[in-house]
Structures are given as structure tokens and as C-alpha cells.
């Protein structure tokens, strides 16, 4: 058993090595200035809030994308860089890492780009047996730098770091709700797997995703 165990190992970090010689031609994907004026009142957002969890496969037209991560995490105050998610003492800790069929990026708000990280599809890392999340358009993951805060407790800096997570996983489960995209927020996800097809730090913690898409 030990035995499978290792060779499936070896044969994982063997396909992250042959996703590595492709991720080079992965190129940024500039996005669109966001439309605030889209979308449902904010109650009436609230009042259809509701987790659902089958998606049609479609990926996510640009214009959904780019509004989608605004409403995330993105900059509403650009003179002083600050973020439409409130964060613990304003540490903007947690960046999103977009994972998507033909590989992950992650989100850089100042520029309003998502830079390419990996090749490959890692949305069935996201899945696990939650099968009809890999069929999402795009997972997104809230990953907390757990540097930004300045406390020694490690059990503290997650604890921050979740509710940091939390708040921005509610703009988009708000968001979905308000333009008809599907969601649900998700503690679900093999995070050791992801680390290492996302090249993480040891001090990155993924805490939460959403899965989003067109819903069936
Ligand atoms: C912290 C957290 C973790 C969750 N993890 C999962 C999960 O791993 N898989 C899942 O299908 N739903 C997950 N959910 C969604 C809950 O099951 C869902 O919100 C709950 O059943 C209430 O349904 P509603 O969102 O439609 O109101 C999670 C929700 C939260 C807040």
C-alpha cells in the first residue's frame, strides 16, 4: 500500500514537471474595467442567495470574469489601494488564485490582470469527490498570506486569515446571486495536492474556494 502510495506520488510530481514545460505559454489575461452598474439591488441579491452546485461547463465570458474578481477583491478606492473586502487591520492578505480548464492564474487587482501560475487542470484538485465542481468555469481559491499579520500565534493568523476568506467568499457568493451566475463556498480541497500544482509557500494558506459558472 505504502508502495502505491509512493509510485503515485512520483507519478504526480512527474506530471507537474511535463505542466511545467507548457506553462510558458501561458500568457496574462488582461481584464475588463468593471461594470458597477450591473446586476441585481443588493437585497434582492440577499434575498436569492443560495448554494448550488451543478455548472453547464461553459468557461466564463471575459466581461463575467472581470466584474466577478472586481466584486471579489478588487480595488474601489484606487487612490489609497484599498479593496471592496474589508481585511484584519487592512493586511490584504488573501490572494485569488483562479483555476481554471487550461490552468490557474492569479489575480493581481492594481493591474487588473490574472497572471498565469500552472498549466493543466487542477479543478478535480478542488473537486475531490464533489465531482461536479471540476465541471465549474473557474474555481476560485482564497489563498491567505499568513505573513501579512503581525501575531505570533499561528492558531490567530488563521483565524484572521479565515474571516479575511470568508468576507471575500460572501462577495462572490453576493455577486452570483445579484448577475445569475451558480456558486457555493466550499472548505473542500486537497490542499496538499494544490500547493504543489500552484508552486505555494509554506506560509500560503488555502483556506476556501468558489466554483462559478453558468449553472445547468
Ligand atoms: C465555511 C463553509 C464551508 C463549506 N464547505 C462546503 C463544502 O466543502 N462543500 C459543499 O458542497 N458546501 C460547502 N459549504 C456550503 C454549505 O453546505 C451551505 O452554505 C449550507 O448548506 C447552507 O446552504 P445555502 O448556502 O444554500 O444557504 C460550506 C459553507 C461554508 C460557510
Not at 490584504?92 to 487542470?121: C, F, R, W
Not at 469527490?129 to 505573513?147: H, P, R
Not at 471575500?168 to 453576493?174: A, G, K, T
Amino acid at each position: 500500500m505504502k508502495k502505491t502510495g509512493f509510485i503515485f506520488a512520483v507519478l504526480f510530481l512527474i506530471f507537474l514537471f511535463c505542466l511545467e514545460l507548457f506553462a510558458a505559454d501561458m500568457a496574462p489575461i488582461k481584464l475588463n474595467a468593471p461594470d458597477k452598474d450591473r446586476g441585481y439591488s443588493l437585497t434582492k441579491a440577499v434575498s436569492m442567495r443560495a448554494s448550488a452546485r451543478e455548472w453547464n461547463g461553459k468557461p466564463l465570458e471575459l466581461k463575467d470574469l472581470s466584474d466577478l474578481l472586481w466584486a471579489a477583491d478588487g480595488i474601489n478606492r484606487p487612490e489609497k489601494f484599498m479593496r471592496t473586502a474589508p481585511s484584519y487591520r487592512n493586511v490584504q492578505d488573501i490572494s485569488l488564485y483562479v483555476v481554471m480548464k487550461e490552468g490557474t492564474y492569479v489575480y493581481d487587482p492594481g493591474k487588473n490582470v490574472l497572471n498565469p501560475v500552472a498549466a493543466g487542470d487542477f479543478r478535480p484538485l478542488c473537486a475531490m469527490t464533489q465531482t461536479t465542481v471540476a465541471n465549474a468555469a473557474a474555481v476560485i481559491i482564497m489563498v491567505s498570506d499568513l505573513t501579512r499579520f503581525n501575531v505570533t500565534d499561528k492558531c490567530e493568523k488563521i483565524k484572521w486569515a479565515a474571516v479575511d476568506a470568508g468576507v471575500i467568499s460572501e462577495n462572490i457568493n453576493l455577486f452570483c446571486a445579484a448577475t445569475g451566475l451558480t456558486t457555493v463556498p466550499r472548505a473542500t480541497m486537497d490542499v496538499e495536492k494544490l500547493r504543489a500544482a500552484l508552486k505555494l509557500e509554506e506560509t500560503q494558506e488555502p483556506i476556501i474556494n468558489n466554483p462559478v459558472g453558468y449553472g445547468k
